[in-house]
């Protein structure tokens, strides 16, 4: 993770600069996955800090867009606490950086779903970690924040990516359920904790228009 000075954070921001709105969802589907007898009841993420990388000419400078403990449901999209619009500087921006972390809930990362399998049974699938989970994204090009611009930084889980390399068919089941944690079908925890960070797709809107990297 990169370092993030507290004099940066959002309360210090320079006024005048550019509204910043970060946007996490879940997406269900994927046209490549082999999972596709999974049907999601509950995603949700705990995130504790979320940097953006701001090149100052001599280098990169951390700015940090929120610093706090916030779930976010990837089903609805919807943040407890709510994370407000934070102000941004004007300039370039070349990557992101963020924790997953235990947020209000006491876990990092937690995802139920049904789940039928290879003899047609439905079965049930819990997962959850509290383990920490860094996920960052550098730009190609970096993207530029004008002021005066309403800026939002969309992460989008895909959710069957979760699930990549994940034989459930073979996971030890008990009452119909298939939990997978830190005691029970570790090493499938162990690869889901893997697949977390590479199951995240990103992009960015400045004024409602969606701008590649």
């Known amino acids: 993770m990169v370092s993030c000075s507290k004099s ?12 910043a709105d970060l946007k996490v969802i879940g997406r269900s589907f994927d046209l490549k996955s082999s999972i596709a007898k999974l049907t999601y009841t509950q995603v949700q993420a705990g995130f504790q800090e979320i940097v953006f990388r701001h090149e100052n000419g001599a280098g990169e400078q951390s700015n940090v867009m929120y610093d706090g403990r916030y779930q976010i449901d990837l089903l609805s999209g919807t943040s407890t606490p709510k994370m407000n619009t934070a102000n941004l500087k004007a300039g370039k921006y070349v990557g992101f950086d963020a924790v997953i972390a235990p947020g209000i809930n006491h876990s990092s990362f937690l995802c139920e779903a049904e789940y039928v399998n290879s003899q ?32 939002t930084f969309v992460l989008t889980f895909i959710l069957p990516t979760l699930f990549d390399n994940v034989d459930l068919d073979n996971a030890s089941v008990k009452d119909g359920v298939i939990q997978i944690n830190a005691t029970t079908n570790v090493a499938l925890a162990g690869q889901i904790e893997q697949n977390i960070a590479k199951a995240v797709d990103y992009a960015y809107q400045i004024n409602g228009v969606s701008l590649p990297f």
């Open 8 to 19: 940066e954070d959002v309360e210090n921001f320079v006024q005048g600069g550019a509204g």
């Open 120 to 151: 047609n049974q439905k079965l049930r699938v819990e997962f959850v970690t509290s383990k920490r989970i860094d996920i960052s994204y550098a730009s190609r090009v970096g993207f530029v924040i004008k002021e005066g611009d309403v800026y």
